[in-house]
């Protein structure tokens, strides 16, 4: 079923424009109330040892805060309609806009709203309460920014193309097609360096709680350092080492499969689970671990897969065979 575009471009703007934007309206609005109850300058930046170092007049945070919304939801919002068409971009940026602005607005907010009633607001201390609470704040409008946006127009399937990639199945033939692949070095260094400044953070600034992000940065790091493909008859699964995270697309889902040269940086913007925001893999989503050939799957619902992986020709072509076997 095909979403029209006067159904799908409002709520578009809506989830990446109008949610965001209320979002930082409504802070400011709480921080210009409360001037009466607030140091003449608050804190809005801590040091290494936690005290406070920097300060501003809370008009001038609310003004901030308000700015930074609108601002971003106004980018947000033309950048996710440009995209609509490809329903998982779109939603991804309506996503990042809303969550983002929630993730200012609030640690914004909380931190002011911390500093009511004091005298000198060099006594304003930092905890992980705000920091914590504003991520799962950040992280739950997210979630329905990114609900709010329609899927893309389904593309009408195409067939195989001429020069697509194929080999010969047979119908009583057993196939399966393997490989593993891990990430490169250029990846692990970023990794390990993202691991080992957080540490060195928390270390230094006695925000041990900083010690847990660096603990699941680890953990997302081991899970995402190598994935396995495997194409047969079920269609193509990808998965990590110790089986999640777990991506999956069915035969019956299969339009058609292709070779492409991906660049991680150009495409998709780093390494990862990624989604293109430019060049000719725009909003193809998948596994980008390290830069080179990779399997690029045409879903039948218009969603584009994309892993680099070697080898990944006789995938494609293995892919395109079984497709061909079912027409």
Avoid: C, K
């Avoid at 540490?199 to 603990?215: E, I, K, P």
């Avoid at 079920?234 to 995270?245: A, K």
């Avoid at 889902?253 to 292709?258: E, I, K, Y």
Wanted: charged residues 15%; aromatic residues 6%.
């Amino acid at each position: 079923m095909t979403t029209t575009r006067s159904r799908l471009v409002p709520r578009t703007v809506v989830a990446a424009g109008v949610l965001p934007a209320t979002i930082a309206v409504a802070g400011a609005v709480l921080i210009r109330g409360w001037r009466d109850e607030l140091p003449a300058s608050v804190a809005t930046h801590w040091g290494l040892n936690g005290t406070p170092d920097d300060f501003a007049g809370p008009v001038a945070v609310a003004l901030f805060v308000g700015g930074f919304g609108v601002v971003a939801a106004a980018v947000g919002a033309v950048l996710a309609v440009l995209a609509h068409r490809d329903g998982l971009l779109g939603r991804s940026v309506a996503a990042v806009t809303a969550g983002t602005t929630a993730f200012v607005t609030v640690l914004t907010t909380s931190l002011v709203a911390d500093q009511r009633g004091l005298a000198d607001a060099g006594e304003a201390g930092i905890g992980p309460v705000p920091i914590v609470g504003s991520l799962a704040a950040a992280v739950i409008v997210a979630a329905v920014a990114g609900w709010m946006v329609p899927p893309g127009s389904e593309r009408p399937a195409s067939g195989l193309p001429a020069d697509a990639p194929r080999l010969q199945v047979e119908s009583d033939e057993r196939v399966v097609w393997t490989r593993s692949v891990a990430t490169g070095s250029y990846g692990v260094v970023v990794l390990v360096a993202g691991v080992g400044v957080t540490v060195v953070s928390s270390l230094l600034a006695r925000q041990w709680w900083l010690l847990g992000l660096a603990a699941a940065l680890a953990v997302l790091a081991v899970l995402m350092y190598s994935v396995t493909v495997t194409v047969d008859r079920h269609g193509l699964t990808v998965r990590g080492r110790f089986g999640w995270p777990r991506l999956r697309t069915p035969i019956e889902q299969v339009d058609h499969a292709a070779v492409a040269e991906v660049h991680p940086i150009r495409h998709f913007g780093g390494y990862g689970y990624r989604i293109a925001a430019f060049g000719p893999l725009r909003g193809a989503s998948g596994f980008i671990l390290r830069g080179g050939q990779g399997l690029v799957v045409d879903r039948a619902d218009g969603r584009r897969s994309v892993v680099v992986v070697d080898d990944a020709e006789t995938a494609a072509g293995l892919l395109n065979g079984l497709v061909q076997q079912r027409l």
